[in-house]
Structure formats: structure tokens, C-alpha cells
């Protein structure tokens, strides 16, 4: 039982590229989000679902996609990485209700766009 | 414009003392509080929830306390105990409907517990 994982665990892009930062897990949860903290900061939702298929934005949703197409995985997509966006990225899952239950957090990627 | 304040950057508490950690709001329509637990190069664990509907919330070291009317909580962990040391973060839900939902975090207090 992994849990949560993500991969990769550290990224470096160049201003432009576009990448996909991935999340899984085997607990069957039905929710799932994805979260930025950047230093001396909290946490910002960026996207969740509350199942597959159904995708919704959270609190700073620019210059991200996401989808899901199974339970099991929440990839979010950098479309065109920009300087801003260098940060350390959590994905998180839950059962019952959104985010009232508790939240179970990936080990993080740090990304640097350069 | 923050939403969910932890004015508290730091905390220093001896071992076996009571810690009390601090969160204010903004935003009355938030209807369920968080706090969340973070050690260094790791993902928040959760610690402890209350609704808006309560004004406390026990489980085991830990207690949250919700003051509607001040727009305030706080959690209080007795005893203290070296292993606490963390970044806590409060966090505020808002439940807007249709499945939409507004999470927000403040930007953490750092606990140090001394032996």
C-alpha cells in the first residue's frame, strides 16, 4: 500500500517547456487535489476532483490542466512553465466529504523553472 | 487580501508545557477549520477539523477551539513534547454548493519544542 506518490520528486524546465507532474494513489479515495506552497507561504489549491471525470479550479488554477480519467490518477500539466510558478507541488487525496476528511499528502516535487 | 491569518511566525514552548497555536479569519461564510501538521522535506498530515457549528474539538494532545464571533481558533497540544516541533497550518473551507469548494491555508506557525 504506497499511499500517495508522485513523480518526479525534483524538476528543473527552462522558461516555455510544458511538463506533467504525476499523482497516484491505491486508496481508492475519491478526492483528490493539488496544492502549491511557495516559501514562507501556505498552501494554494490549485485544482481538485471530486471524482473521475469531474475536475474543478481552486484558488490559483492558471497556467494549469488537469484531468481525471481514473481514481486512481490526478496528473496536472504545465502548459507553458514560467518563472512564477517555481514551487513545491503537494497532490492530496480524501474519502467522504471534500476535504473535511482527512487529507492524505503526496511526498511533494520541487519544481524550478529557470 | 488574506483570508486565514496566522499572525504567529514562530513559537518557542518548553517540553511538557501547553502550546497554543493561533489562526484568525475574515471570511464568515467559512464553515469547517483545519489544522495540518508539516515537517521539513514532507506533505502536511492532517491533525485535527472542527465544523463551524462547534466551539471545540478533542482528539488525544490535541484541542481546537473555534470562537465564531471573534473570527478565531486555536490549538492547543498538552503536553508539549519534542516530536510537535512543525510548521502548523490552519486552514479554512468554504462549501459554496453544486460541488464547489474554497480551501484556504494560512502561512503557518513554526513550533519548536525545547527538551
Known amino acids: 500500500n504506497a499511499g500517495v506518490t508522485q513523480t518526479p520528486k525534483f524538476q528543473v524546465l527552462k522558461t516555455g517547456q510544458s511538463m506533467t507532474l504525476q499523482c497516484a494513489q491505491d486508496m481508492n479515495h475519491e478526492y483528490m487535489s493539488w496544492y502549491r506552497q511557495d516559501p514562507g507561504m501556505g498552501l494554494r489549491l490549485i485544482h481538485y476532483s471530486v471524482g473521475a471525470g469531474i475536475t474543478d479550479q481552486g484558488e490559483v488554477p492558471n497556467g494549469y490542466n488537469v484531468s481525471r480519467s481514473t481514481t486512481e490518477d490526478f496528473p496536472l500539466r504545465l502548459l507553458s512553465a514560467a518563472p512564477s510558478q517555481t514551487s513545491v507541488y503537494f497532490c492530496?487525496?480524501?474519502?467522504?466529504?471534500?476535504?473535511?476528511?482527512?487529507?492524505?499528502f503526496g511526498p511533494g516535487t520541487r519544481l524550478l523553472v529557470l | 487580501d488574506q483570508q486565514v491569518k496566522q499572525n504567529s511566525p514562530s513559537l518557542s514552548v518548553q517540553e511538557g508545557r501547553i502550546s497554543i497555536l493561533n489562526c484568525d479569519y475574515t471570511?464568515?461564510?467559512?464553515?469547517?477549520f483545519l489544522w495540518y501538521k508539516k515537517y521539513p522535506a514532507e506533505g502536511p498530515t492532517f491533525l485535527i477539523s472542527i465544523s463551524s457549528i462547534k466551539d471545540k474539538n478533542e482528539d488525544g494532545r490535541f484541542t481546537v477551539f473555534l470562537n465564531k464571533s471573534a473570527k478565531h481558533l486555536s490549538l492547543h497540544i498538552v503536553p508539549s513534547q519534542p516530536g510537535d516541533s512543525a510548521v502548523y497550518f490552519c486552514a479554512a473551507l468554504f462549501h459554496s454548493g453544486a460541488g464547489s469548494y474554497q480551501l484556504t491555508f494560512g502561512k503557518g506557525t513554526k513550533l519548536s519544542v525545547i527538551p
Open positions: 492530496a487525496t480524501s474519502t467522504g466529504l471534500a476535504f473535511q476528511e482527512t487529507q492524505y
Open positions: 471570511n464568515s461564510m467559512f464553515d469547517y
